[in-house]
């Protein structure tokens, strides 16, 4: 069973930066994609970034040139680098692993973020 623990949130000024991290435990060995997501109050969660097991990233359009993935394998390991914090990045984070074969759609419980003078 994979189990997810996210770490990193708090409350940062406008144009701050945190850096969230996501470990995993439990077998994610080919794994297709490990993201971050993000949910405001009265708001959908919405994917914020996602790096495939190939190493390839994408970005929310509102998130591109501030936020940045990566993941270190041998520490199971994502991260999620956010410069230039604005108010409207305030949410709760969630790190998600998915894998088609095993079957994999872990969540962790989520971390907040709040971008507040």
């Known amino acids: 069973q994979v189990q997810l623990v996210e770490s990193g949130g708090g409350l940062v000024q406008p144009g701050g930066s945190l850096r969230l991290s996501c470990a995993a435990s439990?077998?994610?060995?080919?794994?297709?994609?490990m993201g971050w997501y993000r949910q405001s109050p009265g708001k959908q969660r919405e994917l914020v970034a996602i790096?495939?097991?190939?190493?390839?990233?994408d970005y929310a359009d509102s998130v591109k040139g501030r936020f940045a993935i990566s993941r270190d394998n041998a520490k199971n390991t994502v991260y999620l680098q956010m410069n230039f914090l604005n108010p409207e990045d305030t949410a709760v984070y969630y790190c998600n692993v998915y894998r088609a074969r095993p079957y994999v759609n872990a969540w962790g419980k989520g971390t907040l973020v709040t971008v507040s003078s």
């Open positions: 439990g077998n994610i060995f080919g794994f297709n994609g």
């Open positions: 790096i495939l097991s190939s190493g390839d990233t």
